[in-house]
């Protein structure tokens, strides 16, 4: 009894373990558009082929890389033209390959026609004395190369690839509908439509301005903006043109809208439907003062500006008993003649008075400013004032 169980543990122990063959595929695709390529993994692999099936005015080729290397042409072996070697065909067949070492397989098409492309791969464990067994190869985690070097490959259309443990696929957005066998999408409202074709360019080529304007549509139709805006419970509606309407919040007194600076607020209107506006205060711009005395000879003609200049104030004073005149043209000094150029600007000066004058949009003189004093208020006056006797401030911006 104790000798059939030594015998019986002993033929036991030395059965060998069947090992599982390792492989990838055959997973198919359609390549119809140019440069589609179709990529597999190849880690722990030993022999790839590929097959192409419904080639139709195509060129197929396949290429291999090795981690995330560069694609290079790999030869391939057609089983009924053994030792003919290829690395491209425009006909349909089968070719096998040897793939050790490598990363990932991929077949692309070319320019124009297309062909349907099925890539598998079989590992290189094999089966012992105690038997042998056959099972696909299930990766729990993508191939970190092969995901490399399809990210990195010289078509667009191989970007964006995930493995989902049995085959490698494309993932993209879609509307409603099945996943395809090399597509995952990502479902979204039934009746979306991808955001590629919601943008239009308006216009046509030759009219286009740059950057050219864009619109929106709903996929058939452009997108016409609303006329209608509603503030509070009120509609406002727009019937003669479109274009964006600014709307604001009734502030029946001043006060600001927003919390702390930078921050942004509504505009705020009175009761009456004006705009609310502080004038305040502050450093920047600001007109410049220009002083001028009297001096009694030469009608005291003056340069006020030497160039185009805009005059917002004027403040003078006259110590003589009578009124004098104050008179400007816009024109440089060397181009003025008082008593025979007539003045764009003149005021009387109030005996030991004077005259202020406030501009509060500024007067606007588009070549320079030269003023002159005289006692009469006719154009072509040229009688003299004297001297000291009147001093005059001008508030100009040049």
């Known amino acids: 009894m104790r000798r059939v169980l030594l015998i019986t543990t002993l033929l036991a122990a030395l059965a060998v373990p069947a090992f599982a063959q390792r492989t990838v595929g055959p997973t198919d695709r359609l390549l119809n558009t140019a440069n589609a390529c179709h990529v597999i993994p190849l880690r722990d692999m030993g022999t790839a082929a590929v097959q192409v099936t419904g080639i139709a005015s195509a060129t197929v080729t396949w290429t291999v890389a090795a981690g995330t290397g560069t694609y290079v042409a790999i030869d391939a072996f057609a089983p009924d033209t053994p030792g003919t070697a290829a690395n491209s065909t425009t006909g349909n067949g089968v070719w096998t390959m040897p793939v050790a070492g490598l990363s990932s397989l991929r077949a692309c098409i070319g320019a124009s026609g297309s062909a349907t492309v099925t890539l598998s791969a079989v590992g290189t464990g094999g089966g012992g004395g105690g038997g042998s067994a056959t099972a696909s190869l299930t990766l729990q985690e993508a191939d970190d190369a092969s995901i490399a070097g399809a990210q990195t490959a010289d078509v667009a259309i191989s970007l964006g690839m995930a493995f989902d443990t049995t085959v490698w696929r494309r993932v993209t957005f879609g509307t409603a509908g099945t996943a395809s066998a090399q597509v995952w999408t990502v479902q979204g409202i039934a009746s979306m439509t991808p955001l590629s074709s919601n943008l239009f360019v308006a216009g046509t080529a030759a009219g286009q301005t740059n950057p050219a304007p864009v ?107 009578a009124a004098r005149y104050l008179k400007c043209e816009n024109d440089t000094a060397a181009g003025t003649a008082p008593g025979t150029d007539t003045p764009e600007f003149a005021i009387a000066l109030q005996a030991t008075g004077g005259a202020t004058v406030s501009i509060e949009v500024g007067l606007s003189f588009t070549t320079a400013l030269t003023c002159w004093l005289v006692t009469g208020a006719a154009d072509s006056d040229v009688a003299e004032v004297a001297a000291n006797e009147i001093m005059v401030n001008y508030a100009i911006k040049q």
Do not use: K, M
Not at 223 to 231: A, E, G, Q, R, V
Not at 240 to 246: A, R
Not at 258 to 283: D, H, K, R, V, Y
């Open 215 to 321: 619109r929106l549509s709903d996929g058939t139709n452009y997108l016409t903006p609303s006329t209608d805006i509603t503030f509070g419970t009120t509609t406002y509606t727009e019937t003669t043109s479109t274009g964006p309407l600014v709307g604001g919040v009734r502030n029946d007194t001043l006060d600001s809208l927003a919390n702390t600076a930078n921050e942004a607020a509504p505009f705020a209107f009175t009761a009456q439907g004006g705009l609310w506006i502080a004038p305040s205060a502050t450093t920047n711009g600001g007109a410049t003062p220009v002083r001028y005395i009297s001096a009694g000879a030469t009608e005291d003609e003056h340069a006020v500006c030497t160039a185009a200049c805009h005059l917002y104030a004027i403040v003078v004073t006259n110590t003589n008993a």
